[in-house]
């Protein structure tokens, strides 16, 4: 309850006084996880939806909707914002951070538009790194198995003079191949260098500066989608290889005026590029955010702010895939105001707070929000909370051209972006209990009901003849509109219980129900029943942590994920429910030493043939709007 969090409002708040379901990922739970990278980390929040596609390809969502660019999760490193505009979503195999050096994860499922705007439709992931002062001194860390073949980071933290704190890293993992669906090599290895470093300068009593960077270059196998000409019959499935690279450079100003009021200036420049045969893309952008926080007499809590985005990128194309205009320049500015107010000191708070957006493709938008927390004792709070957000177009959406082959008569299928394509609607009811029942026991209960509005929806266009490419074809065109409504509700239940001084056990439950309709103007049959399956109803984890003597400790975690029914392009297909298991043996030989053994296993029913199990328990997702599966 006293566990202090700083996404729900861009300053620190105690968890009992924050009206949202927020799930902090500790340095603890980091440790005891076994994971190696993030998305793997991810899978410990109940209500998360994390799915791996292939080696280097994750799909994670919170609270529906999912697929490999999750367009309606925010994610942040450190408050700089990792989530494309170009399409909609994040690339989960560039985020290789340290593990060692993330200080905490919050996650928050649900929106969060009225403080971070646009696409923090259903929640929001932000990382927060360790200030340099706390990594001082040398450490190493290597390892390997039959997935993660290879992976080690060395690093060194000190100072410079008396005021500034400094760490630099440098990380290798290199991933093994796995299987493909029909459990042959999945040509889907990698392998990623990257190099960082973190500094923290006190410049005056009342001013701290921070600035950190990373530069990664990587190559990537993946199973690609490549249509040859005109007259091909649809789809071939090469073996190819991808290289990437990119970097960031990023500071923040900190300033206190007094004990009461603080502010914070931070600037990022981040580039990235891929250099995928059928679309490459080079993209560049700068964040310039502005937070200013003040309590305003003995009741009230004021934070707002200001903000400018500026992204441009230039993507070229194939055949297969393009973007029309192949480059472009977009703007998004935002200003926010968030107000805390003490109804009953120290047990009933009002919030009020919106967030006002403009950006190229929509112009204005506003997302209000309004929230209400009631303590009535100290070990135990209620929330609840209704919110306006929204997910803002996408290059995906306005500029995409894709073509699919088909039989007979030389002919195209044609994806076509919408310029004209509306902003993606919510409001969403939330209410939520937690409570601390005695030291060894507390629980977080969450429910939602969400109503969305002008989602995408895929409709067929009058088809036209065209001579180029070559031979003469017909073209039947598709395009995106915002012609689907619908509503989801579902419950999040986490707890954690301290069963002895050396044995604590921490289940987590979620139920998610999507109903989605399409408008009586709609032609669109597949994106409904995509929606709805893509999603597991069910989902339930266990996780164990038990302490031996002499610096030993196992953990172990059972995670079970409800079946799914995927109908998309490319056929349909039944996901069964599976249960994955992963546990580690510990030991702590001394504090600066440790060495870990870790495993993981998958079950599953197979009611069908082999092909619907995913690799590794993990079921990928594709539908036309994600044509990068």
Not at 20 to 47: K, W, Y
Not at 275 to 289: Q, R, T
Not at 467 to 476: A, G
Not at 561 to 583: C, E, K, M, S, W
Request: proline share 5%.
């Amino acid at each position: 309850m006293n566990l202090e969090v700083t996404s729900a409002s861009k300053t620190e708040q105690k968890l009992s006084r924050v009206a949202a379901a927020v799930f902090v990922i500790t340095q603890e739970d980091i440790r005891r996880s076994g994971a190696t990278n993030i998305p793997d980390l991810l899978r410990i929040v109940p209500g998360l939806d994390v799915t791996q596609i292939n080696g280097s390809t994750w799909a994670i969502g919170s609270r529906g909707f999912n697929a490999q660019f999750s367009n309606k999760l925010l994610v942040m490193i450190d408050s700089r914002i990792v989530y494309t505009q170009y399409f909609a979503g994040v690339y989960w195999d560039t985020l290789d951070l340290p593990l060692e050096d993330i200080d905490r994860i919050e996650v928050i499922r649900g929106p969060g538009g009225s403080v971070w705007g646009a696409n923090a439709v259903n929640g929001v992931i932000s990382i927060f790194t360790k200030k340099a002062a706390e990594t001082k001194g040398a450490m190493a860390e290597t390892g390997g198995g039959n997935i993660d073949r290879g992976f080690g980071t060395v690093q060194y933290g000190g100072k410079l003079g008396a005021r500034t704190d400094y760490r630099a890293y440098a990380k290798y993992s290199n991933q093994g191949q796995q299987a493909d669906l029909t459990g042959q090599n999945g040509a889907d290895g990698w392998h990623m260098l990257r190099g960082g470093f973190r500094s923290d300068i006190t410049l005056s009593p009342k001013d701290s500066l921070a600035i950190e960077g990373d530069l990664y270059t990587a190559r990537e196998g993946e199973l690609g989608f490549f249509l040859p000409s005109v007259t091909s019959t649809g789809f071939e499935t090469p073996s190819e290889e991808i290289s990437l690279g990119g970097g960031f450079i990023q500071s923040a100003w900190n300033h206190t005026y007094s004990e009461k009021s603080d502010s914070t200036l931070q600037i990022s420049l981040t580039r990235y590029r891929r250099d995928d045969p059928l679309e490459p893309e080079l993209s560049d952008a700068l964040d310039l955010d502005y937070r200013l926080h003040t309590a305003w007499g003995q009741r009230q809590n004021i934070v707002w702010g200001l903000g400018y985005r500026f992204t441009t990128d230039d993507i070229r194309g194939s055949l297969t895939v393009s973007f029309n205009p192949p480059s472009l320049d977009l703007n998004v500015f935002n200003t926010f105001v968030q107000d805390e107010i003490s109804l009953i000191p120290e047990k009933l708070y009002l919030t009020l707070g919106t967030k006002l957006e403009h950006n190229d493709y929509t112009g204005f938008e506003v997302m209000p929000s309004v929230s209400v927390t009631w303590a009535p004792g100290r070990r135990q709070m209620f929330w609840a909370a209704v919110s306006r957000d929204l997910r803002a177009p996408s290059r995906n959406d306005t500029n995409l051209e894709v073509n699919f082959g088909t039989e007979g008569t030389p002919e195209l299928q044609r994806l076509i972006g919408n310029p004209n394509f509306k902003d993606e609607r919510l409001i969403a009811y939330e209410a939520g209990y937690r409570t601390s029942l005695g030291s060894r026991l507390s629980v977080d209960v969450a429910a939602y009901f969400n109503d969305y509005h002008n989602l995408q929806t895929t409709e067929p266009l009058a088809p036209f003849s065209e001579s180029t490419p070559p031979p003469v074809h017909i073209v039947q065109p598709f395009t995106y509109e915002n012609r689907m409504h619908g509503e989801t509700h579902g419950i999040e239940v986490a707890a954690n219980w301290k069963a002895s001084n050396r044995w604590t056990l921490s289940p987590g439950y979620a139920f998610e129900s999507l109903h989605m309709h399409t408008d009586p103007t709609s032609l669109d049959t597949m994106t409904v029943p995509f929606v709805e399956g893509a999603s597991p109803r069910h989902g339930a984890q266990l996780r164990s942590h038990l302490e031996f003597a002499r610096g030993i400790s196992w953990d172990a975690s059972a995670y079970f994920v409800d079946r799914l029914f995927h109908q998309g392009p490319l056929g349909n297909v039944t996901i069964p429910a599976y249960t994955r298991l992963d546990t580690g043996l510990t030991w702590e030989l001394w504090e600066s030493l440790s060495f870990s053994f870790v495993g993981r296993t998958c079950c599953a029913i197979i009611t069908s043939n082999l092909s619907t199990w995913m690799e590794a328990c993990s079921p990928a997702k594709s539908s036309a709007a994600d044509t990068r599966n």
